[in-house]
């Protein structure tokens, strides 16, 4: 009888070249919630892995896991809303900051996370910031969105 072939949703985001590791595999396995893996897990998991968070979201796609609970707030947590809301009031500083970084509107996660960690703020307020400002955040280090 013939091997079944992968039929994750997300195989076309897979580079042609992607050989999974079966014991990655097995890792990421052991770290589901509920079926999905949580954000800041597939973060510890991708250190403990020695890989980066690109090649674990290949992973993640490979074993047609979703991600959950962004850290960021903008999708996975309850009832599938975002955390991050509209802010009433704004830092001068982190608003700068946002402005300058972003390109044409848009904001990597990356940035956010750099910025989350320069201005001494949660994840999710800087994504409120730039929810705020008009600014798409883009580019999950996961590959998620």
């Known amino acids: 009888m013939a091997k079944a072939k992968n039929m994750s949703r997300f195989k076309n985001k897979l580079p042609m ?6 014991t990655i595999c097995i890792q990421i396995r052991t770290r589901l919630n509920s079926g999905k893996l949580p954000c800041a897990t597939a973060f510890r998991l991708a250190e403990e892995l020695g890989i ?11 074993l047609d896991i979703r991600l959950e609970k962004c850290q960021i707030g903008l999708f996975g947590h309850d009832k599938n809303t975002k955390l991050i809301k509209h802010l009433d009031v704004l830092d001068n500083a982190l608003e700068q900051a946002v402005l300058t970084a972003a390109t044409n509107g848009v904001i990597r996660c990356e940035q956010v996370f750099d910025m989350a960690k320069r201005f001494g703020l949660s994840l999710v307020m800087v994504g409120s910031a730039c929810e705020t400002l008009g600014i798409k955040i883009k580019h999950c280090r996961f590959g998620a969105f």
């Not at 070249?17 to 079966?22: L, R, V």
């Not at 980066?52 to 290949?58: A, K, P, Q, R, T």
């Open 17 to 22: 070249d992607f050989i999974p590791d079966k």
């Open 52 to 62: 980066n968070e690109n090649e674990l979201g290949y992973y993640a796609d490979h």
